[in-house]
C-alpha cells in the first residue's frame, strides 16, 4: 500500500443499527479530522444510514459548526438517523453507484456486525470497479458483540444504566421483599445483563441470579434456583438476557408464547414487549406460590438514556471515530477498527480486515460466567468495571443496631 499516494474527493459517514449514548462522539471524531486533510473536499452524513446513500439524502458537514458537532457529541442516539436496512447484493450495487457519482472516495460506516458486512461488501464494489476507495468500519454496539474487540463503544454507557437500574432494584426490593426480574437486552451475548452484578455491594444484594444466552436456559433449574434463593432471604432479584435459550438454541420466548412476532430478518423479536418478563414471572408465582413477583423489559432505555454515560465510553467513542479517519487519510488502508486493552486500564487501536469481523458474533468468554451458569465471576468484574467510568458511585444500608423490644421481647 503506498501510503503517500492520497485520494482526492469527499468523506462520507453514516450510522447503522441501533443507537448508543456514545454514538455521535465518533460521528464528531470522524468529521473534524476528515477536516483537517486537504484532500478532502466535502464531509458528507447519510441520513437514516445506508438508506439514505441509495436516496441520495445527504447533508453536507463541511458547513456544520465545530460548536454544534461538539454539542452533538455529547447527545445520545444516531444524528444522522439510522436504519435497520440490512443490503443485499443489488442494495449495494446502488449504494456504489451514487457514492460513484458524487465523488466519494472515503466511507466511514459506524455501526455492528451487519454495518461491518455491509461496509466490506461495498469495498468489494469498489476493487471490482478498480476505482480508488478506502472504506473504513467503526465499531458500535451495546451488545459488546463484535470478534476481535476487547469491548465496543455504547456497551460501557448501556452497562453504567443496567448497573445502576439494578441498584436502584435492589433497593426497592429490600424495602418491600419479593421476586424482581429485569429482562436486559442481548439477543446472543450477555454481556449487558452480566453488568448487572456491579450492583451487588452487600452480600444480601442482588441480583441473585443472572441468566445469559450463552448457557442453557431450564424452567425447571431456575425455578431451582429461585426457590433457594427465596428460602434463604426471602426476596430474590433477576437479571435475565432477553436471548436466553433452551438446549437446541432456540430462543426461551418461543417455547413459552406461540405467536412471537419476527423482525425484518426473521429473527424472533426479543424486545419491544414484556411478554418474556411477565411469563417467567407467571411461571414462579404458579409454581412456587410467590404471590409479589414483578418484571421489568428495559427495552430501549437503555441505550439512548440521557446523562447516564460513562466518561470512560464517551472518550473512547471519540477517539475510535479520530483513528477511522487516520488510518484511511493517512495510511490510505482499508478495515475495520479494533479495540484493544493495554494494561489496567487503557485501549489502542489496530485495523483488521473487514472479512476478519463481518457478520461474526462475539460471545462471553466461559470464564466470565460462573460453573452453575446463574451467574458471572469475579474475572468478568474486573473486565467491566473500568468501562462503566467514574462517579458510579453505590448505595448504603443503614447499620444501626435493633433496639431492645420491651412488649415483644418473648416473641
Known sequence: MNIDHKLHGKVLVAQGGGPTAVINQSLAGVVLESRKFPQVTHVYGAIHGVKGIVNEDFLDLTQETTHNLEQVAITPSSALLSTRDKPDDKYCDEMFKVMRAHDIRYFFYIGGNDSSDTVRIINERAENACYEFRAIHIPKTIDNDLVLNDHTPGYGSAARFVTQAFIGANLDNRALPGVYIGVVMGRHAGFLTAASAIAQKYPTDGPHLIYLPERTFSIDKYLSDVKKVYDRLGCCVIAVSEGIQDEKGEPIMTKLINCAEKDAHGNVQ????????????????????????RSDTFGYLQRSFFDCVSDVDQHEAREVGERAVQFALWHN???????????????????????????????????????????????????????????????THLRAPRAEKILRSGS
Open 270 to 293: 426479543l424486545s419491544g414487549n414484556g411478554m418474556l418478563g411477565d411469563l417467567l414471572a407467571q411461571e414462579i408465582k404458579s409454581k412456587l406460590n410467590i404471590t409479589r413477583v
Open 333 to 395: 488502508l482499508d478495515g475495520s477498527v479494533v479495540m484493544e486493552r493495554t494494561g489496567f486500564y487503557s485501549v489502542d487501536y489496530r485495523l483488521e480486515s473487514l472479512a476478519a469481523v463481518a457478520g461474526k458474533t462475539r460471545h462471553m468468554p466461559d470464564e466470565f460466567i460462573n460453573a452453575d451458569g446463574n451467574h458471572i465471576t469475579d474475572a468478568f468484574k474486573f473486565y467491566v468495571r473500568p468501562l462503566l467510568g467514574s462517579g458510579l458511585g453505590s448505595a
